[in-house]
């Protein structure tokens, strides 16, 4: 789907690097329903017992709408899902901050997030939605773990914000799983990742790799 590509970018963090992420070219219907097919089968493998979902707008909408879908689709478990507004609504039936279903004290959530790389993101979500009701958020689900260093320059964004916010964290799959599978190997009659492309890799995360 191009959500993954290779070359030199410039990332927000300031670092360059050989390859970018960008998940908001998921967006075809079979794109989409094979990525809520991923997280449920995450969720499920890691055992993860959740009233309800979160999606942090706004890539995370669509991602725990799917995964909601696929839990119920491939394992017949049906949970409800909400998601956040970035400008709070005061006008109508359906005003406030969220959208969805309706947070009750004793919940547990589960946020659904694409790529965590500074934990960023959860600075701004997890104080809203603990704000919403006694909620025990219990888990967060990323598509890729880029097993970089967080903002603090040793763990990985994922153990940072497990340490920080005492939930368990898991991802799809890892950077390294991705490199393993492409490396001097075909794909579409070409190979995506050869000898000098790992060797870049290589050097990008001997510099900014979790240690």
Known sequence: AGV???GEFTLKSGRKAPYFINTGNY???EHIAKLGKFYAECIKENNVDADVYFGPAYKGIPLATAAAGALYNEYKIDK???FNRKEEKDHGADKGKFLGSTLKD???VVMIEDVTTSGKSMEETVPKV???????????M???DRMEVGKGGVKCALEEVHDLYGFETNAIVTMEEVIEHLYNKE???????NDDLKKAIDAYYAQYGAK
Do not use: C, H, Q, W
């Open 80 to 82: 409800p899902y909400f």
């Open 187 to 193: 794909y579409k009659g070409e190979i995506i990742i």
């Open 142 to 144: 990323v598509s890729l």
């Open 4 to 6: 993954l590509t290779f």
């Open 106 to 108: 004793g919940d547990r």
């Open 27 to 29: 967006k075809t219907g």
């Open 130 to 140: 603990r704000g919403a009701a006694s909620v025990e958020i219990i888990g967060l």
